[in-house]
Each structure stands twice: as structure tokens, then as C-alpha cells.
């Protein structure tokens, strides 16, 4: 995907752009709007496209020369864009793009795989290909966008799976020193969302993950949705593939296609808030959804969204997508501002209503 240009759920036409071709350059004013599946219109000032190791190299290089730790310059690894806000017509921060491609089985065991995947792989096809190999870990996260670099930043997790489930170790590059690291699962420190990649400064650039994957399957039905959609299968004639098809199948029937409808995945984390603050809450509204969080009670942020009516209600050109309150579908914005607007009305509004600050999933790139 990536290439088509959409207006209102419609292909308009197909555009190339060269540039994205070129590796371990610095290039200027490069259009972000193919790379981004929000499809914000923006232009990175400063440009700089990862194919392979010696282009970190590279990289390190020119940011020593320009001096941009001093200048106070920020970077932005750039997988797919599809969990990235571009804050601004034109980005300030260098848009470094993670092209770094390949998948080696490195280890096994009786029990295990190990498999090395460079970060700029597609996740979702990574996923596909661990199923249909018939290794099990990675089924429930299905049909998710994003590259395979990114889905340790944030821990990407759905249907009952966080993918630090399945994370041995992570490579990355330090900006800092020019220097390769690898990290246990352990030291990333993974939560809900969340890893020490998450809010750094862009200067830990994450080349490969390795994945531990199991070598006899184990059907995670934590989630409820997935659960009774096999309730009527065989447990023999279950398969990582099967879940895998059941997944995406209830994705599609949920989220909107970014290839059609401009988005990021989910909008907002589900804020974890006291189990006193809930018990208050959950007084005048008995219907609140929420879930066990440790010591409290983390809520759904659909719900959140759904009960101050922003399901489905459009403001120039923005809305909550009507089946999943958790997601701000872009319906053909020109001016980002009214993306960050419409995002802030709904912060204001559920915490004048229910007292619970609403923290945006996606990263804002100035
Ligand atoms: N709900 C509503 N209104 C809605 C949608 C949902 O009230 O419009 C309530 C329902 O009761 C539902 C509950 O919220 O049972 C939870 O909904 P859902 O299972 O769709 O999960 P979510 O918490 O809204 C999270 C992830 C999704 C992931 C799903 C499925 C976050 C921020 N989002 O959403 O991840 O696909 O669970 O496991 O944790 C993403 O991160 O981009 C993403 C899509």
C-alpha cells in the first residue's frame, strides 16, 4: 500500500515517488503523504532513507557534521507512518525512513524458533508467514500495519497478545556513539503501549527484532470475540493460519481500511484511572466498560469517546469511525489543524465528563 492516492474511500490515482528509492541520502522536502496512512499532507525539510547497515553509518556521519545534537534537531525513525501524526505542513525534525529488509531463522530448539527480522519488514506479512510455517506466538496480532521496527516501540497488542510476548531480544543503533546494541526483552521494559524506545529522542534506531516463536501451537482465547468465534471448530483443527484468518476477519469488520479511509489504528491509549475514581464512576454509569489493571481499573477509551458522542460525528472532515469510537478517520483533511482539534475537543470533553485525562496513542512529529 502506500502509493494510492484516496479521496472519500475512492482511488484517485496512483503516484511514484523516486525518491523514496534513493538510500543514504540526505534529501530536502520530501511529500509525506504517501507515508503516512493518516494521509496528512506535510513535507520533511530533511530526509534520510535506511537500506542498509552502512547507511547508519552514514547517517551518524552527517548528524556529527551538522551538528544536530547540538541544534537540538530531532529524529524520527519512519516505518509504514501508521502510527505517526504529522503535527505541521512542513516537519522540522529529520524523517530518518527504515528500509531495512530480511528474515533469518537464527536458532531452535525442541521448543522454540528464533527468527532475526530487519526492522523495515511489513509486520503484518512477517505475521503471515510465521503461520503459514505453522509457528505460534504472533497469530492474534494479525492484519496490524506498521513495520516490524516499530511494533516494539509502542508494544503493539490486540485479541489477548502484546508482541513483547514474542520479543527475544532488539537491535538497534545508538545516533549517539555510532555504535550497535542489543537489548533483552527485559531491558525494553515493555507495558500496556510502551517500551524505553517510546518516548527517547530518536537517537536508538531499532534495526531488528528477534522473535521467539513456539514450535507447538497454543490457541491464546484470552479475548473473549475470538474465543467464541471458534466455539464451534474442533480444538485439533485449530491452526495459528485459522486464527490468523479469524483475526483479520474481525479486524476488517471493525476498523476502517487505511488504504480507503485515512488512519492511525487507535487514537488514544485506554487510560488506567483508581479503583475509587471507578467505583465512583461506575455509581452513575453501570455500563462502563473497563478491565482489572493490577491495583486499578484500566477503561476503555471507545466507551469514553462513545458515551461524549463523538462516535461517527464528523467535523470538517474528521470523525470517530462509526464501528470503533477509537479511531479518527482523516475523510480528506487539507489543514492537520483540524486532525489535533478535533483530537483536543474530545481530551477536553472527556475530562470535563468524566474526570480521566485521554493520552494520544500515535506519535505527533513537529
Ligand atoms: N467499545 C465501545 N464503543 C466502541 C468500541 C468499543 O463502547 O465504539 C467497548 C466495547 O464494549 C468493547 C470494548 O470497548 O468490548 C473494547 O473494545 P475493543 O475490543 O475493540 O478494544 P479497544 O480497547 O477499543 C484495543 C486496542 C486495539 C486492538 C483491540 C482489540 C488500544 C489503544 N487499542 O482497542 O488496538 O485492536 O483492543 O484487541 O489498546 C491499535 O492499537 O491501533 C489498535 C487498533
Redesign the pocket.
Same mark, same amino acid.
Given at each position: 500500500m502506500g502509493n494510492e492516492i484516496f479521496k472519500n474511500g475512492r482511488i484517485l490515482r496512483k503516484r511514484r515517488n523516486a525518491d523514496l528509492e534513493k538510500n543514504g541520502m540526505l534529501r530536502h522536502d520530501v511529500d509525506l503523504y504517501m507515508l503516512n496512512t493518516l494521509k496528512i499532507k506535510a513535507k520533511a525539510k530533511d530526509f534520510f532513507t535506511i537500506g542498509s547497515e552502512a547507511d547508519l553509518l552514514s547517517l551518524y556521519n552527517l548528524c556529527k557534521r551538522e551538528n544536530f545534537n547540538k541544534q537540538g534537531k530531532k529524529i524520527f525513525a519512519l516505518g509504514e507512518g501508521s502510527n505517526t501524526v504529522f503535527a505541521g505542513r512542513e516537519v522540522d525534525a529529520l524523517i530518518v525512513k527504515i528500509n531495512l529488509k530480511g528474515r533469518y531463522l537464527v536458532n531452535h530448539d525442541n521448543e522454540y524458533v528464533w527468527v532475526d527480522v530487519a526492522a523495515g519488514e511489513l509486520f503484518r506479512d512477517f505475521v503471515l508467514w510465521t503461520c503459514e510455517n505453522g509457528f505460534s506466538g504472533l497469530e492474534n496480532l494479525a492484519a496490524i500495519y506498521g513495520t516490524v521496527g516499530a511494533a516494539p516501540v509502542q508494544n503493539?497488542?490486540?485479541?489477548?497478545c502484546e508482541v513483547r510476548d514474542c520479543i527475544d531480544s532488539v537491535r538497534y543503533f545508538d545516533l549517539n556513539d555510532g555504535q550497535f546494541y542489543t537489548v533483552s526483552a527485559e531491558e525494553c521494559k515493555f507495558a500496556y503501549?510502551y517500551s524505553v524506545f517510546k518516548y527517547q529522542d530518536g537517537s536508538k534506531i531499532i534495526t531488528n527484532v528477534i522473535f521467539k516463536l513456539k514450535k507447538n501451537f497454543v490457541f491464546n482465547d484470552s479475548?473473549e470475540a475470538l474465543a467464541k468465534s471458534f466455539a464451534n471448530v474442533k480444538k485439533t483443527d485449530i491452526t495459528p493460519l485459522l486464527v490468523a484468518k479469524k483475526v483479520t476477519e474481525i479486524?476488517n469488520g +471493525?476498523?476502517p481500511d487505511p488504504r480507503k479511509f485515512g488512519n492511525c489504528?487507535?487514537f488514544? +491509549?485506554?487510560p488506567v484511572i483508581s479503583k475509587e475514581h471507578y467505583n465512583n464512576l461506575k455509581a452513575i454509569y453501570d455500563d462502563m466498560?473497563a478491565f482489572e489493571d493490577g491495583d486499578n481499573m484500566k477503561i476503555?477509551?471507545?466507551?469514553l469517546i462513545?458515551r461524549c458522542g463523538f +462516535?461517527g460525528k464528523k467535523i470538517n472532515n474528521v470523525g470517530m469511525y462509526p464501528k470503533?469510537?477509537?479511531?479518527l478517520v482523516n475523510y480528506g483533511v487539507e489543514n492537520i489543524g483540524y486532525i489535533i482539534s478535533y483530537a483536543e475537543e474530545i481530551i477536553k470533553t472527556v475530562k470535563l465528563k468524566f474526570d480521566i485525562d485521554l493520552v494520544p496513542?500515535p506519535h505527533y512529529v513537529y
Amino acid at each position: 500500500m502506500g502509493n494510492e492516492i484516496f479521496k472519500n474511500g475512492r482511488i484517485l490515482r496512483k503516484r511514484r515517488n523516486a525518491d523514496l528509492e534513493k538510500n543514504g541520502m540526505l534529501r530536502h522536502d520530501v511529500d509525506l503523504y504517501m507515508l503516512n496512512t493518516l494521509k496528512i499532507k506535510a513535507k520533511a525539510k530533511d530526509f534520510f532513507t535506511i537500506g542498509s547497515e552502512a547507511d547508519l553509518l552514514s547517517l551518524y556521519n552527517l548528524c556529527k557534521r551538522e551538528n544536530f545534537n547540538k541544534q537540538g534537531k530531532k529524529i524520527f525513525a519512519l516505518g509504514e507512518g501508521s502510527n505517526t501524526v504529522f503535527a505541521g505542513r512542513e516537519v522540522d525534525a529529520l524523517i530518518v525512513k527504515i528500509n531495512l529488509k530480511g528474515r533469518y531463522l537464527v536458532n531452535h530448539d525442541n521448543e522454540y524458533v528464533w527468527v532475526d527480522v530487519a526492522a523495515g519488514e511489513l509486520f503484518r506479512d512477517f505475521v503471515l508467514w510465521t503461520c503459514e510455517n505453522g509457528f505460534s506466538g504472533l497469530e492474534n496480532l494479525a492484519a496490524i500495519y506498521g513495520t516490524v521496527g516499530a511494533a516494539p516501540v509502542q508494544n503493539i497488542g490486540a485479541y489477548g497478545c502484546e508482541v513483547r510476548d514474542c520479543i527475544d531480544s532488539v537491535r538497534y543503533f545508538d545516533l549517539n556513539d555510532g555504535q550497535f546494541y542489543t537489548v533483552s526483552a527485559e531491558e525494553c521494559k515493555f507495558a500496556y503501549r510502551y517500551s524505553v524506545f517510546k518516548y527517547q529522542d530518536g537517537s536508538k534506531i531499532i534495526t531488528n527484532v528477534i522473535f521467539k516463536l513456539k514450535k507447538n501451537f497454543v490457541f491464546n482465547d484470552s479475548y473473549e470475540a475470538l474465543a467464541k468465534s471458534f466455539a464451534n471448530v474442533k480444538k485439533t483443527d485449530i491452526t495459528p493460519l485459522l486464527v490468523a484468518k479469524k483475526v483479520t476477519e474481525i479486524r476488517n469488520g +471493525k476498523l476502517p481500511d487505511p488504504r480507503k479511509f485515512g488512519n492511525c489504528g487507535s487514537f488514544f +491509549k485506554n487510560p488506567v484511572i483508581s479503583k475509587e475514581h471507578y467505583n465512583n464512576l461506575k455509581a452513575i454509569y453501570d455500563d462502563m466498560v473497563a478491565f482489572e489493571d493490577g491495583d486499578n481499573m484500566k477503561i476503555s477509551a471507545a466507551w469514553l469517546i462513545e458515551r461524549c458522542g463523538f +462516535k461517527g460525528k464528523k467535523i470538517n472532515n474528521v470523525g470517530m469511525y462509526p464501528k470503533q469510537a477509537l479511531i479518527l478517520v482523516n475523510y480528506g483533511v487539507e489543514n492537520i489543524g483540524y486532525i489535533i482539534s478535533y483530537a483536543e475537543e474530545i481530551i477536553k470533553t472527556v475530562k470535563l465528563k468524566f474526570d480521566i485525562d485521554l493520552v494520544p496513542e500515535p506519535h505527533y512529529v513537529y
